[in-house]
């Protein structure tokens, strides 16, 4: 094969990599921001407060990030049910502009205690295994960055299937759609907002843990991925997991593309450039208008 | 059935109910009228307890559910229809109906119920994979009512089931309404289409400004003069 199609190859290899895990930051999101129209910027830090679950079981108890983030969805649907239950329920019927404010003040808090806790170092972990890197061909596959794709896969079904299939996933959209018709049935609105929530903070979580074992762990690594992941999720259509996968893909793969043939700092202006393009031409995202 | 003493309901500051009281008795169809912002659904949602009244009391089969939430109030039986329909527009018309049946027994029975709404709607069957957003505003209707009936309720609240619909499909949600009440379900009607309301109800009353200022049986209202006057235009 000639270098050209190695090099294009590879590009398109690692670009649905590196997709795959700006989805699996948003698909959390998608269900917060997407389906209940919560503005969450301290998405981000929920993430990083993943990785750092993970990050310290690893080093304390050498526990594989694989198995430690069943903790870290626990820890994170404990704190984002509180957030949602004492904070966000309280404004939430108030301008949009307040739960935006509120969420971003959060985020600094979180990053600020945690650089305060444990210093602003970047912190990295070698698990033994599910690690280094495989080939196919003469194509280089990362083995943890492939494990993250499929957990985003699996991640973005098994949403999908819980919002259409649950009674929990099915008042969740009812919420979404007709707060009064959602009274009228009787629906626990307090209570499905509150698992809503912690289910999609525990999401980020998990995707958090995920990435601990090949991407460096610090206090503000939260805001590499909350803007992307916002990115995503509108890029997607608000409220579509498969949107949501899809707009990760298309923006790995267009970063990686970038990054291959004009190496330097373009990538994020590629990924603005596709984002300004599909709200001109296409403002309801790739699966707009349709539910889930 | 449903016995409301002397409730005070306020938005604000504002006062829309003022020392309200009824009686509804099982099997019954009550009617209330009145002309818009007379605090029709106002009353409604204080029943459903989405509002909950300053003072005052609000029983349900003997149960005290003042100032009970809106969830466990329909749990008890006591299910509204509220106005303009408010379906969940991006989900289809089955998923609109299991949504009426989320707890106890309702939930067990709720393939049973969907079989019975289709009885009772046959249109209904035919879209039931379609989006509740797409119907037109009849079959919406019928969603409604549908949905409100998956929760097996004892008393049913209707908030303007006419509103917006042609005639011929009115007489059509009014048919329904009553065949809901000779098989058991106890009815309370908020309407402005005062005529077909007080000829299927039993008894009704009038609201004006908040306050009941005149109640009685469907026919003494339907001969009452200021009633043709002010709400049928007769």
Known sequence: MSDFFIILIQAIVSGLLMGGIYALAAVGLTLIFGVMKIINFAHGSFMMLGMYTSYWLFVWFGLHPYYSLVISFIVLFILGGLIQRFLISRIEHTEAQNVLLLTLGLSLALDNLVAFLWTADYRTIKPTTFSGTAFIGEIMVSVPKLMAFVLSLLLTVGLYLFLKKTDTGKSIRAIADDIEGSHSVGINIRRISLICFGIGSGVIGVAGSMITPFFPVSPSVGSVFVMTAFIVVVLGGLGSFWGALLGGLVIGLAESIEATYHPGAMQQFVTYIIFILTLLFRPTGFFGGKSA | ?234
Do not use: W
């Open chain 2, 1 to 234: 059935m449903l016995k409301i003493e002397h409730i005070d309901v306020f938005y604000g500051e504002i006062q829309i109910l003022s020392d309200i009281s009824l009686q509804i008795h099982q099997r019954e169809i009550v009617t209330v009228i009145g002309a818009n912002s007379a605090g029709k659904s106002t009353l409604l949602k204080s029943i459903a307890g989405i509002i909950k009244p300053k003072k005052g009391r609000i029983e349900f089969q003997g149960k005290d559910i003042t100032g009970a939430n809106d969830h466990e109030i329909v749990e008890r039986g006591l299910v509204r229809v509220p106005e303009g329909r408010k379906l969940f527009c991006s989900m289809t018309v089955l998923e609109n109906l299991e949504l009426g049946a989320l707890k106890g027994n309702a939930r067990a029975k709720r393939k049973e119920s969907i079989e019975m709404v289709f009885e009772l709607f046959p249109k209904l069957k035919d879209r039931k994979k379609q989006l509740a957003g797409t119907l037109s505003g009849g079959e919406q209707q019928m969603v409604a009512i549908g949905r409100g009936l998956m929760s097996l309720p004892k008393l049913l609240m209707f908030d303007e089931p006419s509103l917006g619909l042609a005639p011929l499909v009115v007489k059509e949600v009014f048919e329904a309404i009553k065949r809901i009440n000779e098989s058991g379900t106890t009815i309370l009607l908020v309407e402005q289409n005062v005529n077909y309301a007080l000829t299927c109800s039993a008894r009704g009353l009038v609201l004006e400004r908040g306050k009941v200022v005149l109640e009685g049986t469907a026919e003494s209202l339907l001969d009452d003069d200021r009633v043709r006057k002010a709400y049928m235009g007769i």
